[in-house]
């Protein structure tokens, strides 16, 4: 029989999420994988909700990891690069926006308040740099979703002829530089936005 622990249990089931998918990943699967009993996997989750959430924290472990900015970096440059690495790690499971749209970051808020306080040290208004991590954040989300079900359709269906083709890359990569750019511009201008609490971001 496997030994099977907490840390083994989640590396099998994002593998079974990257072979089936999000909508066929069950704990009978799982558990025929790990050559267990299904009830033994409650042992370490008490409900379906509970895993996804443990495999979302896991899928986000290359962004959670990545070198956090130090104070002499360009604001602008690294805004651009940390979005850029939660794109590419939400891209590297199949169904990656899928599965972690929805979770609360709880394993990497002291991250999320280092790259605000660097935001807000390099002379970003403190209400704007949360509103932009979230809108990018929210933008990054999204655009994966689509980009994810494009390439899940697998219907063999051909789009009308006149429908522009979209390049995935570029349309986000415009996008997030409309954030940037509007980013950019308020913190010139020292703008502030209406009070209103805004959601934390996640990214």
Do not use: C
């Amino acid at each position: 029989m496997t030994k099977v622990n907490r840390e083994i249990v989640v590396s099998e089931a994002l593998d079974l999420l990257d072979e089936v998918g999000l909508d066929a990943v069950s704990t009978r699967q799982l558990a025929k994988r790990l050559g267990v009993e299904q009830p033994s996997l409650y042992w370490y989750f008490r409900t379906k909700k509970d895993l996804l959430a443990a495999m979302a924290d896991a899928a986000m472990a290359p962004h959670a990891t990545a070198p956090m900015p130090a104070p002499d970096d360009d604001w602008r440059e690294w805004f651009l690069d940390n979005t850029r690495s939660f794109r590419r790690t939400l891209l590297m499971r199949r169904d990656g926006a899928r599965l972690h749209a929805g979770s609360t970051p709880v394993n990497d808020l002291d991250r999320i308040r280092h790259k605000m306080d660097f935001l807000v040290a390099s002379g970003v208004p403190q209400r704007e740099a949360q509103t932009a991590m979230l809108a990018a954040s929210r933008f990054t989300v999204g655009s994966v979703l689509e980009e994810q079900a494009d390439a899940g359709s697998g219907d063999g269906s051909e789009p009308p002829a006149d429908m522009p083709v979209i390049d995935h890359e570029s349309a986000f990569e415009a996008g997030l530089t409309l954030i940037l750019d509007g980013l950019a511009q308020r913190t010139a201008t020292g703008a502030v936005p209406p009070p209103g609490n805004a959601a934390a971001p996640r990214s």
